[in-house]
DNA sequence: TGTATTTTTTTTGTCGACACAAATTTTCGC
DNA sequence: GCGAAAATTTGTGTCGACAAAAAAAATACA
């Protein structure tokens, strides 16, 4: 609760109040400005934004829809936690997404989402040359937005969407250990992945797809695990 | 807006406020009792369940986070529409969540688990003897969704019942149409599911859970059309 | 000093009211 | 009569206030 914190005073426009309450709690969530099972006091809250308890109220309800809160009833609602026992069934889910929206991305994608894709990957890789690790996470996750939006299924989309939003806020919590030479070779495979885009190569696709999630599932494993020891050394 | 509109007065507890209105205008919106575009009044609403405007809007962002309706900025948020153009990602979707399911439910479901999916199935069975079409259109949801539960993949498990209700207002479109031999059909391949999964063979409950899907979709793809020539013929 | 009970405080859930935006109707000029 | 502008109506977005529920603090009692 610092920089995003004091905004303007009260001059927005009718109708914008919630999503931008959304908008910012959203934020500091995924960037674990919040940390998870902090609790959100929807007084304070209210007060910062300077405005009612009613919007905000709206937007937590929102927030809880999508599995970034949870509302304690009676009780305040705290940023959710991440679940360690169960993220098999993340990268379970993930990997699928990952190579669902790729395949129908390759099936249905039209010319000027080749066009949008390219560019979030220049971002990426702008990112990863300034070895900027936020950076890195914030341009992959929309990286693979594009794609999915290209995939042309709204189902999946949300889906994968959430995933990536929980997947963002998994590796801010590592995200120091990215000075290493594998983002290097993530640029590589998403360069692949738009070429068999491109190439309407489907299956071509789908297994780039799938080792580029298990490459980022095997990196996320192997930085958990280098944590859990240090949490064992101490 | 006839049976369960007129509710008690004005005794619940506090905090059940959301929920209830969330779960009256679920059910009449997946019953079709709220066809889809009808605009939803909030100050009607609130005169109907004799409660204040709160709880009703922020039941309404919950329903609106999953789909259910689409909120027109500073305009009344009407029930969502039926997208038929884009009815083949609904299929897509729901085919693999149906495979998806099924097969980790042969891998991890617990003994308790199918306890359960035999009661539902057990439901189901029943609707189908009493040629009750509306039945077999819950009682198969819940079947479905059992089997989903046992399969302890969350994110899988809440995309899967979202597409559930939005089949379930689909089929309800054409309920009078059952009255034929197919649903005795679903009832042995919901066996066939049961015991594969019983089995844990995943490959297996993988392809039935393919052909089951199949066969759904084509029922509603058949439905569909019939109906649309009914509309020309007009 | 430790524990059970009462009181206070804090924070949520709900309410009624008002302000603003869009749609609708009415009025006015031609 | 007909179209444009003004006035009215309708319904959402936001607010401040109050009541109920937990939690925290204070008190009583052993």
Redesign the interface.
């Given at each position: 609760m610092s920089e995003a914190a004091t905004r303007k005073p009260a001059e927005r426009k009718?109708?914008s109040g919630?999503q931008f309450v959304y908008n910012v709690l959203r934020d500091e969530i995924l960037d674990l400005a919040l940390a998870p099972g902090t609790p959100i006091d929807e007084i304070q809250l209210a007060q910062r934004l300077s405005m009612s308890r009613?919007p905000i109220?709206?937007a937590l309800?929102?927030l809880?829809?999508?599995g970034l809160v949870t509302t304690l009833?009676?009780r305040s609602t705290v940023v959710a936690n991440i679940d360690f026992l169960?993220l098999h069934?993340?990268f379970?889910?993930l990997t699928?997404m990952y190579r669902?929206t790729t395949r129908l991305a390759a099936l249905n994608h039209q010319a000027d989402d080749l066009v949008t894709i390219r560019a979030r990957q220049a971002e990426f890789a702008k990112a990863v040359a300034e070895q900027d690790a936020l950076a890195m996470i914030a341009t992959n996750r929309e990286f693979h937005a594009a794609i999915a939006a290209a995939a042309?299924?709204?189902?999946?989309e949300?889906?994968f969407l959430?995933?990536l939003d929980e997947g963002r806020r998994l590796l801010r919590l590592y995200y120091s250990s990215f000075n290493d030479q594998l983002p290097q070779r993530y640029v590589v495979e998403h360069e692949d992945m738009i070429a068999s885009i491109e190439a309407r190569d489907v299956e071509k696709a789908d297994a780039l797809a799938n080792e580029h999630a298990d490459q980022i599932v095997e990196q996320i494993r192997n930085m958990i695990a280098r944590d859990h020891r240090q949490k064992i050394a101490l």
């Open positions: 009718r109708g919630v009613t109220r709206e309800v929102r809880a829809g999508e009833p009676n169960n069934t993340f379970d889910a699928l669902v042309r299924n709204p189902y999946y949300s889906l959430r995933l």
